[in-house]
């Protein structure tokens, strides 16, 4: 019994006397400590307190690149080589270049001062064959006449030696044609205007309002001259719309350019015939 107690005394002894070397064989390699060398790491300024590792180093300054354009291709423009290697774009065209730069940039020329200028409003020119001009005349009117042919829309005024002086003229429209023989009974210069109650009442009806007097001048619609046929309502007149001449276009007054009319007035008197047809 006692030899066992000393077997078991024995093996207790020799296994307290073990574990310490068994410890210091595992913790006898023990890992390096790694310390940076750069003191200036912030894990080391916050372990010591000195101010001047505290300070905050200067950061060094980044140059940055102006960004390239992108130019796109298309297909047609991407040369490929053999099979399995790297296709080859071609070169780009001036087009292509400046449609990448789209936005242009500021000019540095002040422009807010600057208007542009004003369009011209432009009329349509009249036909030059209703500019005037001579023409033969073998009729039977005597010269001085005035003969208006409303058909053709042409005034001639008839000269000696089988000549007459053809000017254009505008004529009325559908429903205001007439024809017929008066004389001049009266000759006006920049005459004023005073539109019958009937044109009044019918260009209202048509949303337009006309005055019911209007002084002579370059906005009248008689124009420059004007030459009264008889006792009626129509007259030989100029316009303020020399492109309408040449088309059935008035309420039945023969209307002229003012060049025309101006031409045409001097050259005739009271009492001269004139011939409608």
Same mark, same amino acid.
């Given at each position: 019994?006692?030899?066992?107690?000393? #077997?078991?005394?024995? @093996?207790?002894?020799?296994?307290?006397?073990?574990?310490?070397? /068994?410890?210091?064989?595992?913790? =006898? &390699?023990?890992?390096?400590?790694?310390? +940076?060398?750069?003191?200036?790491?912030?894990?080391?300024?916050? %372990?010591?307190?000195?101010?001047? %590792?505290?300070?905050? &180093?200067?950061?060094?300054?980044?140059?940055?690149? !102006?960004?390239?354009?992108?130019?796109?291709? +298309?297909? &047609?423009?991407?040369?490929?080589?053999?099979?399995?290697?790297?296709? #080859?774009?071609?070169?780009?065209?001036?087009?292509? #270049?400046? !449609?990448?730069?789209?936005?242009?940039?500021? +000019?540095?020329?002040?422009?807010?001062?600057?208007?542009?200028?004003?369009?011209?409003? #432009? &009329?349509?020119? $009249?036909?030059?064959?209703?500019?005037?001009?001579?023409?033969?005349?073998? /009729?039977?009117?005597?010269?001085?006449?005035?003969?208006?042919?409303?058909?053709?829309?042409?005034?001639?005024?008839?000269?000696?030696?089988?000549?007459?002086?053809?000017?254009?003229?505008?004529?009325?429209?559908?429903?205001? *044609?007439?024809?017929?023989?008066?004389? $001049?009974?009266?000759?006006?210069?920049?005459?004023?205007?005073?539109?019958? @109650? *009937?044109?009044?009442?019918?260009?209202? @009806?048509? =949303?337009?309002?006309?005055?019911?007097?209007?002084?002579?001048?370059?906005?009248?619609?008689?124009?420059?001259?004007? %030459?009264?046929?008889? +006792?009626? %309502?129509?007259? $030989?007149?100029?316009?303020?719309?020399?492109?309408?001449?040449?088309?059935?276009?008035?309420?039945?007054?023969? !209307?002229?350019?003012?060049?025309?009319?101006?031409?045409?007035? *001097?050259?005739?008197?009271?009492?001269?015939?004139?011939?409608?047809?």
């Amino acid at each position: 019994m006692k030899a066992k107690i000393f #077997v078991l005394g024995a @093996a207790a002894m020799l296994v307290l006397a073990a574990a310490p070397a /068994g410890a210091q064989d595992r913790y =006898g &390699q023990r890992p390096p400590v790694m310390v +940076s060398p750069d003191l200036s790491a912030p894990w080391v300024m916050q %372990l010591r307190g000195n101010k001047q %590792l505290r300070q905050r &180093q200067p950061q060094p300054q980044v140059q940055h690149r !102006r960004p390239q354009p992108q130019v796109r291709y +298309s297909r &047609q423009q991407v040369q490929y080589g053999q099979p399995g290697q790297l296709g #080859v774009m071609a070169q780009p065209t001036l087009n292509q #270049v400046r !449609r990448t730069y789209r936005q242009r940039p500021p +000019s540095p020329f002040q422009t807010a001062g600057i208007a542009a200028p004003a369009k011209r409003e #432009v &009329q349509p020119q $009249i036909d030059p064959m209703y500019l005037p001009q001579d023409v033969a005349y073998d /009729g039977k009117e005597k010269a001085g006449t005035i003969i208006i042919d409303t058909t053709q829309n042409f005034l001639y005024l008839v000269k000696a030696d089988g000549q007459a002086r053809r000017y254009g003229v505008g004529t009325g429209k559908p429903g205001f *044609e007439w024809a017929g023989t008066h004389k $001049i009974t009266q000759k006006r210069e920049w005459p004023d205007w005073r539109p019958p @109650a *009937e044109m009044i009442a019918r260009e209202r @009806a048509k =949303g337009r309002v006309l005055p019911v007097h209007m002084e002579g001048g370059p906005a009248n619609p008689l124009g420059a001259r004007a %030459l009264y046929l008889g +006792s009626t %309502l129509y007259r $030989i007149h100029g316009t303020n719309q020399p492109w309408t001449i040449g088309g059935a276009v008035s309420s039945g007054c023969i !209307r002229m350019r003012n060049e025309d009319v101006v031409d045409l007035y *001097e050259q005739v008197g009271i009492g001269t015939k004139v011939v409608v047809m």
